[in-house]
């Protein structure tokens, strides 16, 4: 969807889920579905926007009748977007979830049983720092055999408390894994802008029908009130 809606907020605009940070061709089908949900709502605020338009031609009705019946198109897209949203932030939780299992995942030990109780023994008489800076050296390195030694036994066979380790298996994966690292960068960014940006669809259709959603209930309160008066729907 390319077109702009002067009219609606470009907060809403899809555009900006394609601006998000790790958006490419490779992460483009994760985010298809916050593409559409935005869509939905760009499409859904300008649709009551349009049908504002043609309600104001209509010198028949009153300015409180135009609130009446643009309120209840509004709420019919807010229905619409409203769903869309929540389907689209569940989706991208449970994507989110399997790859920080797959991202956390043990580590199994790549290197021979002695070699590996050397190296855990090495890095376990290092002082604090210099076991960090061990491990900063091997992630940088990619020297599978050192981690895979260190985060595929006990943390404390190293030296390392629990936390420590999980720190270092979860970057460790990233670091072989880099295109799982990127996909999940995305989805977390898709999300916060769905939640972030969801508040503003109810500005938006408020600002649309011209009425606070109080002063329009109230309205299609008294004037369903008339209508059963005269015993009409």
Do not use: C
């Not at 935005?38 to 859904?44: D, H, I, M, R």
């Not at 380790?165 to 999300?191: S, T």
């Amino acid at each position: 969807m390319s077109y702009v809606n002067s009219k609606v907020t470009p907060s809403l605009h899809p555009e900006n889920v394609r601006q998000i940070d790790g958006y490419d061709d490779d992460t483009a089908s994760l985010l298809a579905g916050t593409v559409a949900a935005f869509a939905t709502a760009y499409e859904g605020v300008g649709a009551v926007w349009t049908a504002k338009d043609v309600v104001n031609q209509n010198s028949a009705w009153t300015d409180e009748r135009k609130i009446i019946e643009l309120s209840k198109h509004a709420q019919r897209q807010f229905d619409t977007i409203a769903k869309r949203f929540d389907s689209t932030a569940s989706l991208l939780s449970k994507q989110i979830a399997h790859i920080e299992g797959e991202l956390t995942a043990p580590v199994e030990s790549k290197a021979a049983l002695s070699i590996s109780r050397e190296i855990r023994e090495h890095v376990k008489g290092l002082s604090s720092d210099q076991r960090m800076t061990f491990l900063e050296r091997a992630i940088t390195d990619g020297d599978a055999t050192s981690l895979t030694a260190l985060l595929g036994a006990p943390a404390y066979l190293s030296g390392m408390n629990a936390e420590m380790k999980a720190i270092y298996v979860r970057r460790y994966r990233e670091r072989l894994e880099p295109v799982k690292a990127k996909r999940l960068k995305a989805l977390n960014a898709a999300r916060e802008l769905i939640i972030e940006r969801g508040a503003l669809v109810f500005k938006e259709l408020e600002k649309a029908v011209g009425a606070t959603p109080q002063k329009a209930a109230a309205l299609r309160k008294a004037h369903q009130a008339a209508l059963d008066s005269l015993g009409l729907k």
